[in-house]
């Protein structure tokens, strides 16, 4: 079945360590998203890719990095320069509304719950 | 203020009881989405709108454009309807979504 798959599901990470999230997704879409969810707010942006080796900085890009080499993958890693990385991370993929057709409609990762030790 | 506004932010009800989420935005929109999310934190999509009305089950979803407003009604409410709802829109011209904070439902039996 096609889906969008995170991994992994838990993660801890001591303080200088870089980590890396995976974001995999057999949907053939266009646009992915990498989002931070914390307590009591509402989801923010770190980075979004709209096509193969290209991507954009969102709102919060600041000590994460991504990469976009294949348009199934779009892995995030948390560098020891976020400053406060304990969060939930939510991987998301929609067919690029910039694309010639498209649904638009949203597909969201299980999450990965990062805690820094 | 926040570019998308969900109200209320926490709603319990009985089960069998009809329940509307609002939401309003303020900004030009392609779409707006409605989004579910379970405790364990994994993200449904329930209905993406740029019109009218969309129907799934018992769940009802409606926009008004130029008032720029949707609600989410849930028919019959169960306890398995207990989740977090939570609003996005499409800007024009661009994939990035603005997200609301997010409507917590709590249905008892």
């Known amino acids: 079945d096609g889906g969008i798959t995170q991994s992994p599901k838990y993660l801890f990470r001591k303080e200088g360590q870089n980590v890396t999230l995976s974001c995999e997704q057999n949907l053939n879409h266009d646009a992915m998203y990498w989002y931070r969810q914390d307590p009591g707010q509402g989801l923010r942006?770190?980075?979004?890719?709209?096509?193969?080796?290209?991507?954009?900085?969102?709102?919060?890009?600041?000590?994460?990095?991504?990469?976009?080499?294949?348009?199934?993958?779009?892995?995030?890693?948390?560098?020891?320069?976020?400053?406060?990385?304990?969060?939930?991370?939510?991987?998301?993929?929609?067919?690029?509304?910039?694309?010639?057709?498209?649904?638009?409609?949203?597909?969201?990762?299980?999450?990965?719950?990062?805690?820094?030790? | 203020k926040n570019e998308v506004e969900q109200s209320p932010q926490n709603l319990t009800a009985q089960e069998g009881e009809f329940i509307t989420i609002n939401c309003s935005y303020s900004v030009g929109i392609s779409a707006l989405h409605w989004l579910q999310q379970h405790p364990g934190g994994g993200i449904v999509s329930l209905f993406m709108l740029s019109s009218g009305k969309k129907k799934h089950g018992r769940l009802i979803a409606t926009i008004n454009i130029q008032e720029k407003h949707s609600s989410l009604h849930i028919t019959a409410s169960h306890p398995r309807d207990s989740a977090v709802y939570i609003c996005a829109v499409s800007g024009r011209n661009t994939d990035k979504l603005i997200f609301g904070t997010g409507t917590r439902l709590q249905v008892f039996p």
């Open chain 1, 45 to 117: 942006l770190i980075y979004y890719s709209q096509i193969v080796n290209d991507f954009q900085k969102g709102d919060i890009a600041e000590g994460y990095s991504v990469s976009r080499e294949k348009k199934e993958s779009f892995p995030l890693t948390v560098t020891s320069a976020q400053k406060n990385p304990t969060a939930f991370y939510l991987c998301a993929s929609s067919t690029s509304r910039l694309a010639r057709t498209n649904t638009g409609e949203l597909f969201f990762g299980e999450g990965s719950r990062l805690t820094v030790l």
